[in-house]
Every structure is written in C-alpha cells, then in structure tokens.
C-alpha cells in the first residue's frame, strides 16, 4: 500500500526548526510567529492523520514540529523577558545619574 505524504507536517517541522533559531540569530518574537504557524500546522496534520491512519504517512515529522513550536514559543516568551530587563536597566541606570557619587 503506497501512503501520501502528510499535507502540513513538512512544514510544521520547518516553521518549529526556523522558530527555534530564530531567537539567537534574529529577534525572539519572529519565532512567536513561526510558532504558532508551526502548531497550526501540526494541528491541521494531526487532525488529518487521526481521520485516516492509514493513508498518510509522516506524522513523526507533525509530532517533532509541534514540540519545536512550542520551544520556540518559549524561547520567545523568555527573550522577551529579557530584552525587558535589559532595556529596563538601561532606563533606570540613566535616570538614577549612573552610578551617582553616593554623596
């Protein structure tokens, strides 16, 4: 019996992979995005897969992408976090005159 590809999960797979570099190379929330973009994809896959178990194959590939997506929601959510910290003791050190005299 010949199975189809799965339709999405090739591309859950490459939105979770992209989602999970992105932060370090780029900016974090370009992998918020490519998270949700990589579950809404795994759903649709795993939606189809549980319908038809039988017709397509590559529902490993849907299954890695969802857990990349999610990774890469987190990784997102806790660079954000710290480019919050970050610029938030940038503001407080220049508004407190540096380091001050402490006199």
């Known amino acids: 019996m010949n199975q189809e590809p799965l339709p999405g999960a090739s591309t859950a797979l490459t ?3 992209i ?5 370090f190379v780029c900016c974090g929330p370009f992998a918020l995005i490519f998270g ?3 579950l809404n ?3 649709k896959a795993e939606q189809l897969h549980l ?3 039988g017709v397509y194959s590559g529902y490993d ?12 929601i987190g ?3 806790v660079m954000l976090l710290f480019t919050i910290l970050y ?12 380091f001050g005299s402490g006199l």
């Open 51 to 53: 319908a038809n178990p």
């Open 36 to 38: 949700i973009i990589g």
């Open 61 to 72: 590939n849907a299954k890695t992408g969802k857990t990349l997506s999610y990774i890469s």
């Open 87 to 98: 610029f938030g003791a940038i503001i407080a050190f220049f508004t407190t005159d540096g």
């Open 15 to 17: 939105m979770g992979i």
């Open 41 to 43: 994809n795994a759903k």
């Open 75 to 77: 990784l997102s959510i």
């Open 19 to 23: 989602g999970v570099i992105t932060p």
